[in-house]
């Protein structure tokens, strides 16, 4: 790039930091029990927008002990721009046995070790919810069923903090998922079906993503 | 615990219902600090009126920092829709009372509760012995 060039894109970098962000990105926290394929889901829209992932994704639950955020995740939709920085927190759940560990042949000290971490985590997200985030995308296993009270209590929490909301039914490829489930859990809210994994619907996925959080 | 009341809770689930009533006065960390106390020593709590939503959360966060293996292994929760209660009963309607936010709630310590089932209308919990 020449020296013009350069110029070029650091006054035009100036330029947006002066003109475009002039508010703060809303931080968007995504939330949902374990195993609901959250960090999947992070994963997919940093990588779609910024080129690199936010953190490791497994089949053991309770792989994301922190919360982990990316900043300035920029989506282009109809020719505007929605910034927003991403926050993938743990699992929310109000139980965790170390020994659920054991079964994915772990052994007892890594065990013990993951159990403790994922309390911290879980505590960590739950103050986030109150303190930290702006709103809120709520990762659901279609697969599973949605009437938990996990479920019923985060979704409560979220509305009385008034914070704007989208459910996300995924794992919709899976042949035994089921969206209309979900829908008629959370009535009140827009559900939205994708496949974090596949790659489905992100279209929709970045649409309401746009209109909700922009 | 109940005061001045001394528990033999060597063998046996104790339950114990807590009326609205006697949380109104409690701040938020006050009743939160009684259920997992109640909880932790074995105990089945049911709360008439249950928590506000910020109470909820609260409980998750106090509850995740006192997991440890071997001791203490989280809580199971369940409660009523608020619609269901908030609907303003007979009586309520009858005094004129506003609406309360009542909201019947079980919890209990998870080792012990082998499953906490609901439907619309019941709660239903399998309590396994120690
Ligand atoms: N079939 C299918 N599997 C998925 C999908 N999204 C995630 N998974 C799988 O579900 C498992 C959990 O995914 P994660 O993204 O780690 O789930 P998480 O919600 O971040 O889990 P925790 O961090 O443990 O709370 C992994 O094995 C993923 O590959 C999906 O859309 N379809
Ligand atoms: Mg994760």
Redesign the interface.
Do not use: N
């Given at each position: 790039m020449g020296l013009l060039g350069s110029l070029r894109n650091s006054i035009s970098q100036v330029a947006n930091t002066l003109f475009a962000s002039d508010a703060e990105p809303k931080r968007i926290g995504i939330y949902g029990p374990p195993n609901a394929g959250k960090t999947t889901l992070a994963n997919r829209i940093a990588r779609d927008w910024t080129g690199d992932a936010i953190g490791p994704e497994s089949r053991i639950p309770h792989e994301t002990r922190r919360a982990r955020r990316k900043e300035n995740v920029e989506i282009e939709r109809n020719g505007q721009t929605v910034t927003i920085d991403i926050v993938d927190t743990p699992g929310?759940?109000?139980?965790?046995?170390?020994t659920e560990f054991l079964e994915h042949d772990i052994e007892k000290d890594e065990a013990?070790r993951r159990?403790?971490e994922a309390?911290?985590g879980?505590?960590e997200a739950?103050?986030w919810?109150?303190e930290d985030v702006d709103g809120v995308i709520y990762v659901l296993d279609s697969v599973e069923d949605p009437f938990t009270?996990v479920n019923?209590?985060l979704i409560?929490?979220i509305?009385?903090?008034d914070l704007p909301v989208l459910i996300f039914a995924n794992k919709i490829d899976l042949d035994e998922a089921q969206i209309n489930r979900i829908e008629n859990a959370f009535p009140q809210h827009e559900t939205v079906p994708l496949s974090a994994l596949e790659g489905d619907n992100m279209d929709e996925v970045y649409d309401k993503i746009a209109a909700y959080f922009g | 615990m109940m005061a001045g009341i001394e528990h033999d809770s060597a063998d046996g689930v104790e339950i114990e219902l807590i009326s609205g009533q006697r949380m109104h006065d409690k701040t938020s960390m006050e009743k939160i600090r009684m259920i997992l106390d109640d909880v932790r020593s074995g105990n089945i709590v049911i709360l008439e009126e249950g928590l506000t939503p910020d109470e909820e959360s609260k409980l998750i966060e106090v509850t995740m920092t006192e997991i440890n293996p071997d001791d203490f292994s989280g809580i199971e929760i369940e409660s009523f829709p608020q619609q269901t209660a908030t609907g303003g009963g007979f009586l309520s309607r009858l005094i004129g009372s506003e609406p309360s936010n009542a909201k019947l709630t079980v919890i209990g310590p998870a080792n012990q509760i082998h499953s906490l089932q609901k439907d619309d209308t019941l709660i239903r919990a399998l309590i396994s012995g120690k």
């Open positions: 929310v759940t109000t139980k965790v046995d170390y013990v159990s403790r309390t911290e879980v505590a739950m103050h919810l109150r009270q019923t209590m409560g929490i509305e009385s903090r | -």
